[in-house]
């Protein structure tokens, strides 16, 4: 049986200085409908992610589309990432009216750019 993959509490970045902290003192990559932002962890930890998603996206219900696609990008590949990092994913304009398998692609690239996954 494959192991489960969760993304629970201790997955999530939930406060905005770290969403700050991040943007601020991390590295950046844009690619397709997202912008990455992350910071290396100490070895043993495991990845964090939080997502940002703004007004310019749509109404709430796009908005929340946007973060489920994008927090379950993270989830599916949370356990290929080559080191434990920190990651805020701010979904841009063109992530509305997406389909999962596009989002994740665009997921995946920026990633692999980033040198963040094996891709």
């Given amino acids: 049986m494959p192991q489960r993959r969760r993304l629970g509490r201790k997955s999530r970045l939930a406060h905005s200085r770290d ?66 990092v920190e990651v805020v994913l701010v979904a841009r304009n063109s992530i509305a009216g997406k389909k999962f398998a596009d989002v994740e692609k665009d997921f995946l690239a920026a990633l692999g750019r980033a040198g963040l996954i094996a891709f």
């Fill in 19 to 84: 969403f700050a902290r991040i943007r601020r003192e991390g590295c950046r990559i844009t690619h397709g409908c997202l912008i990455a932002n992350w910071n290396r962890l100490p070895d043993g930890s495991s990845p964090r992610v939080g997502v940002i998603t703004s007004r310019k996206i749509g109404n709430a219900v796009a908005r929340s589309r946007a973060r489920r696609l994008l927090r379950e990008s993270f989830r599916l590949h949370q356990q290929e990432f080559k080191e434990p």
